[in-house]
């Protein structure tokens, strides 16, 4: 939890957010995404300064676990000092113990964030899906909150002024808004009605913009000009000389020496592999997006 020191922004852990979106699209297939269609309300987890605090924060726990659909699985929420803006005990189940930050006790506008990420972890756990280190567990669990539909909270606690700053969770801003800008343009919602702050709303503008590029790479239509021309460049020189380290394709011979070029789904990330023959049709096979390809 960032508060009050300097936030970080940019795009530093962009490869590990779209692993972990490929892997949430492999561990629970696209049919279980596709219930996840409708994103957690405002209302629901509303909570203001005349709210009991601690009957809120169990209010609004109980409506995460409604979310992420755990109906058997108990949080029991208590605040003490510590670093961390919260901490949850992955035991067993069915109750789970989670430990907020005591800020949260006069920042009661947050809880809904703090808890959402924590409810993830739990979800992630009885999913077992997990990265092999903690700080690449965060980041997917960041993920998943976001793509799953509560993860907007964890972007609307973001704040920055002059001379204060408050962060939740472990992707930047910017992270979160291209995450939640991919959640956007897969179920065709508008997040920004959602926002609170300015800065979190300014933040999903550019992860915007960023998660619109993955549309705009070759060998998709959607490509500009000069990715266009860059690819007519490396197709004719493949496969004896590869694309350069910065494009997002790969071009090799199939068994009978026909090139094929493979490139990463503008959804899931998931590699596709199709023949280089000029306009061509794909489905990706794992989020069953349909992609118009010029190769």
Known sequence: ?????????????????????????????????????????????????????????????????????????????????????????????????????????????????????????????????????TAENEILTDTVTTYLGAGWLLLDAFREDGVSSQKLGYLTPEEFGYVLAKRALLFHEDPSVWFTSPQAYEAYV????????DEQQPPLTGAGWAGRRRYAHDRRHAPSVAPGPSAPYAFTPDPVGHLRVSFPCPTCHQRIRVPVKGRVRARCGLCRTVLECDT
Not at 2 to 17: F, K
Request: glycine content about 6%; proline content about 4%; aromatic content about 8%.
């Open 206 to 213: 550019r992860g915007r913009t960023q998660a619109r590029r």
């Open 1 to 133: 939890m960032a508060n009050g020191g300097p936030v970080q922004h940019g795009y530093p852990h962009l490869e590990t957010v779209r692993a972990a979106i490929t892997a949430l699209y492999k561990r629970l297939s696209y049919a279980t995404v596709q219930t996840f269609s409708a994103s957690l309300a405002p209302a629901d987890v509303a909570f203001c300064d005349t709210d009991d605090l601690h009957l809120g924060a169990q209010r609004v726990a109980r409506e995460l676990v409604r979310h992420f659909r755990l109906p058997d699985a108990r949080l029991i929420v208590g605040f003490r000092e510590m670093t961390h803006a919260a901490n949850v005990e992955l035991a067993a189940g069915p109750e789970y113990f989670v430990e907020l930050n005591d800020r949260f006790r006069t920042h009661r506008r947050d809880i809904g964030a703090a808890l959402a990420h924590e409810v993830a972890h739990v979800y992630l756990h009885r999913l077992d899906l997990s990265f092999p280190t």
